[in-house]
């Protein structure tokens, strides 16, 4: 617990009404996406860089933890206060500074969320790709502590592919640029894309300057159902071999549809036999989606789909997203609690991955619907528990089996949601000892008090505090 | 000089036909594609990543310094052993180890030649993009180093977007693998995008797996002739306006075209008065690319082109080409040195640029041909000088005003080439010392003896060695 000193001293910089004590902020603070939460000691809401900067040169002076924070949406417990310490909220810097058409940039603070950003370029006929699932919620600021991707990742690439330049604060006080507002731009070590996806650990984010490109005027999509995921699988390939790159390419597994089935109230949306399903949309100009729509078609047929359908208008794309879209409220009625993993393979792999996620649900008697990213080979496996002693041990052994699978297919833990809190202690699977202290010395670099985002990425040593628990 | 000790190690290491000491021989790989050279006490040759282990080990026992290199076609130095030492050629790992189809990637070692690359996945339909202007010499280690680019970048992104992951050997001879096969992949620091770009100052890469898209059916060509660069930046606007993402948007300017209506025997390529060419291509879906260049082409004409030609065929595209492909040996029958610079600016900064170079040209007595990536803001600037100290310092002014006054537009000091060693002076015009302290701590996090390349992208300290000396 940190002394009354610590927050008077960031009350002299934020002002008394920016920082809160009590427990209940403390409580909704401490929280993510996960059902992880530990409360920290103080909740401190910024609204400028320099205020940013005060607050990290006193966390670093005094030695307390210091946490950014986004939204909140993250799935790896990654803005959870593992170690107490000073909760600091970026949610008032929330302007989008500039929208320079000329320079397709756009400006940003840390606390814009996703969909507003998204909002706010369409309206001038640009396009800022990522589009993280939770993109109503998520914060620009908490994107680029994960590097957040989406479903138009596969064609578009994830949001370091859009982040050309920061200022930030690292955890000393010391205000930083990286990068720039250019594309191309080698001059030094690329610490923008060091910093984006190292979830907080290394500096805090307080502008942003993200690349925007031409809107793509056109979009068609189709569902394709398949009774087998090596169909589906087979029907991606023939149209990658057809030369046709396409904006969204979800793959949703047989356990999922049924799930958002019984969620619809038992409404049948597949051909009995159902095991897979594809959504797929292309973008471009009018004459190129209509070419490559057929494409698609044909690549599913050819791979032999049950049914494919075609949606003619916007609100048939809606219907036929509505599936991808219901699949979370879906999976909360299934079971209390969900492990999220979403893990990725070789693009090819995934039939296998598929595979072997039913034989780990079989050996471990738990639910695995599973759905993701085709094109990027990163699922969303899902492990669905009861809320029992029993049934959480059961979980983490299938989680774990999962992991050892993925890495044996030549996969990563994390497509999209970063090791954070709930995947800490799974690195060593993934990366050698001699990895992990090359990672500990960078991180040193930036941090050498170790004061920022503490108990994050690494697994845990002897001397660290206890991990929070599961609400 | 190092001892005959460490000559006979290398020699147990890699097989003595594989060290040579020989005076050509250490001249010839001292230098780059600048006129920099600084000869090597050593160079060997690995074959394998193991031997490139045990002579990184031995280097950083000896505190001897080591240059890895890849085609020497750099245009910063950052090849030439400016502290000696040895030189380890990467020229003899030149096997493209795997291209699969079914993960869309491509397992290459550092020593595969560019367009080597480029023939091998096209002929399976497959696009890897990144295309430096060197590429039918330089290698893909070299294109990693530097994070290379090329006309396509604007489009597909530089390098750094297709490099999925690493094998590479640290200063102490530990291996490492960065990310993997997958293009999403947030498990720890994105070590990969580091070493990218890092100039062959961080590690030593011996593998690496690179993703490949399908490849874009068709491709069609435009060229429009300008009377000011004010225009031809209007047309670029007006063609992204018109929501078209060209595969090339090369920009290049009078005195450019001058120098190769010269080089060609004074052949007229522009109508009178051309101040500005625009060489755009789009590739994609036959549809697709017949709907845009029509949109390419009314762009130009809005913006005013007094000329456009659209290439019928192959043979028209590559004469399209031709005045593109000419600029670098009609420069070299200008002036015997060319400075060349490949800055970058914000793309709305693209006229304000040319004026000052112009302004430049005029006030220090240079003739500063420009060309390059208009889409991408990152133009060639080439201050040619005569052979004498007298033109070479108005030239090293010139060159300072320049990089000036790309900082004051918000630009970068290198777009493709790197900072090397020539440019290593400059590095405190873009980055503060805060920033630059910072990046000699992620140095030191991987090369805590400093071996690797020493001399490049830092400013030089009072206890380097002298720099070696243009040729």
Redesign the interface.
Known sequence: VISSDIAALCESIVGAAHVRRDEPTRLAYGTDGTSYCAAPDLVVLPGRADEIAAIARLCTEHLVPLVPRGAGTGYSGGAVPAHGGILLSLERLNRIVEL??????AVVEPGVITSDLHAAVERV?LFYPPDPASLARSSIGGNIA??A?GPR??KY??T??YVLGLEAV?PNG?????G????????????T??I???EGT?AIVTRATLRL?????ETATVRAFFESVGSAARGV?RL??????PAALELIDGASLAAVEWHLGGVALAPPGTAALLLIEVD?????V???IGHVERACAEAGATRIDRARDAAEREELWRVRRELSPALKQIAPIKFNNDV??????IPELCAAVERIGRDHGVLVPTFG?AG???LHVNIMVEDTREARDRAASAERALFEEVIRL??????????GLT?AKY?GL???D???A??K??????DPAGILNPGK?FPAEDSDKSTPQRR
């Open positions: 320079n058409q000329a320079d397709l940039v006929g994960e590097n991707g990742a596969f690439g994830t370091k592919q690292l010391d205000a930083i640029r990286t720039g507002r250019t594309v191309k731009n080698v001059a030094g070590y690329d610490l894309d060091l984006v996806g190292s290394l490109i031409p809107k793509p005027p390939d990658l071999a057809a030369r046709v790159l471009g100009s009018l004459a190129a209509a070419a490559e990725v393979v070789p693009k090819g792999k990213h990027d080979g990163n030549g996969g990563a833990l994390t497509g999209e949601h970063g090791i995947k690195l993934q990366f050698s001699v990895e992990i090359l990672m010395r960078v991180k040193h670099a930036f990425i």
